[in-house]
């Protein structure tokens, strides 16, 4: 059986880089199921972003949707079995939801089951400048187990453009799930 992910879309800037991660996981060989879910800001900041819809990227191979509202998708259980979840990008809000154990949404609950059954956890926070919450926040997550990976794309791979920056990055958060690819922007020293 191949790898099975979960992405999630949340309500704040650079829903661009969610994308190019669902673009690579969907591309790999080596994943046979990414479930997507979209928090109704993280949709309303797709459109407006990148033009697309969920329905455009559930297109994608091997990509189906989750229900934000659905607390009883499949993700919300730890008997299902998935190899990680990344949201990406992760508002204040859904961090704060996540280090306070507020399992309201599926993306809260699917986040807070990863948690508790200690699957990878990757939230890439996006808001700036932070104030204590969000740091405090931070720490939480981190010290129950959570990788905290803010929205900080590198230059040293020399982008030639944005799409540069978000693929950079994207590989990044698979490198912390356990999806490693060869990539041509990897430092060789
Ligand atoms: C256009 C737009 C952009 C936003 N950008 C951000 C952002 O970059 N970071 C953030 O933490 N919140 C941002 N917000 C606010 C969150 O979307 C809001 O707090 C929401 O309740 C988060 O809930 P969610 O995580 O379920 O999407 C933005 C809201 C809108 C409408």
Not at 3 to 11: D, P
Not at 44 to 72: F, H, M, N, Q
């Amino acid at each position: 059986m191949g790898l099975r992910f979960t992405l999630a879309i949340t309500g704040a800037s650079g829903s661009a880089f969610g994308v190019a991660a669902l673009r690579r996981m969907s591309a790999s060989p080596l994943v046979d199921q990414v479930a997507l879910l979209l928090s109704p800001t993280g949709k309303r900041c797709l459109l407006d972003e990148t033009g697309l819809t969920p329905k455009d990227l559930a297109a994608l191979p091997k990509v189906s949707l989750r229900d934000e509202r659905d607390l009883g998708a499949d993700i919300s259980s730890g008997s299902h079995r998935h190899d990680g979840m990344a949201i990406l990008p992760c508002s204040a809000g859904a961090l704060g939801r996540i280090a306070s154990g507020v399992s309201e949404t599926l993306v809260s609950r699917a986040a807070d089951v990863c948690l508790k059954e200690r699957r990878p956890l990757v939230l890439c926070l996006r808001e700036t400048p932070l104030n204590r919450i969000h740091l405090e926040n931070m720490l939480r997550v981190h010290d129950a187990g959570a990788v905290v990976m803010p929205i900080m794309p590198g230059f040293y791979s020399g982008p030639k453009g944005l799409d540069d920056l978000f693929d950079t990055f994207a590989t990044r958060v698979l490198d912390q799930l356990g999806l490693p690819e060869a990539d041509s922007r990897r430092w060789k020293g």
